[in-house]
């Protein structure tokens, strides 16, 4: 345990020594003249801009904006990404049909979705929401179908020796036995929610949202606000991560007690 308890140290270490030295280059090279301040603002620069944004709630309410249409998104894709799972893990007939190409689609780069999806549902607050779901539906029908495909043998010859009805086993024996599957589902599937509410803020048509910010920052030459931006991503993306995992974890901790 010492020795775990070291080596994670040791790597927090080395991680923060490694952001300080990129953080103290990004200052030298701003105030000692080797990059133009115009390209990449010095440190205190984007923490009085980001400090200004949330002041006036300008960037909060952009915030709000994004994780709206990415939770709701996330809801419907995972949903429908669970049920359409379930649906695959159960019938033969379902994998034979629609099988192949699930495994198709999911070797497709999420972004090249972003045309097609703007001609079938618009480019405004529909399409955001539906290539959002789009993105969160795919994690979740993999990882259920495979988690319903890996219930023991055991407990599904138990259900059929108690008669269970279809939608008992289901509930007795389907959703319990795939619900690590599922978690790690939509995990997954949080992550990708938010990097196609980046993206859809970004390719589609311009709303309240980061990604809104981004792009005015970009068009004004205003490199504070898009690193401002930048930042407020990479932050919410890691907080998303780490709940997730969390969450996992103690779904994991509760089956094994």
């Known amino acids: 345990m010492t020795t775990l308890k070291y080596r994670i140290g040791h790597r927090i270490g080395r991680s923060l020594v490694l952001i300080?030295?990129?953080?103290?280059?990004?200052?030298?090279?701003s105030h000692l003249g080797w990059v133009d301040v115009k390209f990449l603002p010095p440190l205190e620069a984007v923490a009085l801009r980001a400090v200004a944004e949330f002041r006036d709630g300008a960037l909060l309410i952009d915030l709000l904006s994004s994780l709206g249409r990415d939770l709701a998104g996330f809801v419907i894709g995972s949903l429908a990404g669970i049920a359409?799972?379930?649906?695959?893990?159960?019938?033969?007939?379902?994998?034979k049909i629609f099988g192949p190409s699930l495994r198709v689609q999911r070797q497709i780069a999420l972004f090249a979705w972003v045309p097609l999806i703007?001609?079938?549902?618009?480019s405004g607050e529909i399409g955001k929401i539906a290539f959002i779901a789009f993105a969160a539906f795919q994690p979740n029908v993999s990882n259920t179908w495979q988690g319903v495909r890996d219930i023991p043998a055991k407990y599904v010859e138990l259900g059929a020796a108690l008669t269970f009805s279809r939608l008992d086993h289901v509930r007795f024996v389907a959703l319990p036995g795939a619900l690590p599957s599922i978690f790690t589902g939509l995990h997954a599937g949080l992550i990708y929610a938010w990097q196609a509410t980046v993206a859809a803020e970004l390719f589609m048509t311009i709303a309240p949202g980061i990604g809104g910010r981004l792009m005015?920052?970009?068009?004004?030459?205003?490199?504070?606000?898009?690193?401002?931006?930048?930042?407020?991503?990479?932050?919410?993306?890691i907080a998303f991560n780490k709940l997730a995992g969390l969450a996992e974890t103690r779904i994991h901790q509760g089956r094994t007690i």
């Open 20 to 29: 300080l030295a990129l953080l103290a280059l990004w200052e030298a090279a």
């Open 118 to 122: 703007s001609v079938w549902f618009g």
């Open 216 to 237: 005015e920052g970009r068009q004004l030459f205003q490199m504070d606000l898009v690193l401002v931006s930048i930042v407020v991503l990479g932050v919410t993306g």
């Open 84 to 95: 359409a799972g379930l649906v695959l893990g159960f019938s033969e007939t379902a994998q």
